[in-house]
């Protein structure tokens, strides 16, 4: 299927470069692709790729650590896809502390990545028997996204994008 093409596609194109950041973000677009193909191990091995080379990365410029986080969301994803819940809960929990940290420098841009990433926390955490921390996470990603909600929809009456202006009523 796709998957399979994708992954054809991916191995060509890393083994045609040798800048780490290009093999990060194909590793890294290849485990989100195998991930939603179902194929969590296969998506896991990518997500580690990607994870170590970003670590690297993000010591030396900080603006590989985003993606460093999201590298993270999607190894701990692939585990917890394959069954292996505890072994995601610490790395979705490292994600979380990244995009915390992005979030509270720039919550215009990393708001809806830190409640994503606090959902997905506390979906495992639950998985593991963590109830009242998965509840603890999963209300503070709600509660962060009713407010970028709220915001979206105050911008888009303020700037006229509301369905009836644009005629869609």
Known sequence: GAAEIVDRLAVRRLARTTDPAEQARLNSALSYRLINAGRYKDAAKASVKAVDL?????????????DLAYSLDILGASLAGEGDSDKAVP?????FKIYNELAQDNPKAYERFLAHSLGHLGSTLSKVGKIDE???????????????????????????????ELGNT
Do not use: C, P, V
């Open 54 to 66: 970003y670590r690297r990365l993000a010591q030396t410029d900080d603006e590989y650590k985003s």
């Open 91 to 95: 790395i979705m929990a490292e994600s």
């Open 134 to 164: 998965a509840l603890t996470f999963l209300a503070r990603a709600a509660t962060i996204q009713i407010r970028i909600d709220k915001k979206s929809d105050t911008e888009d009456i303020i700037h006229g994008n509301d369905a009836a």
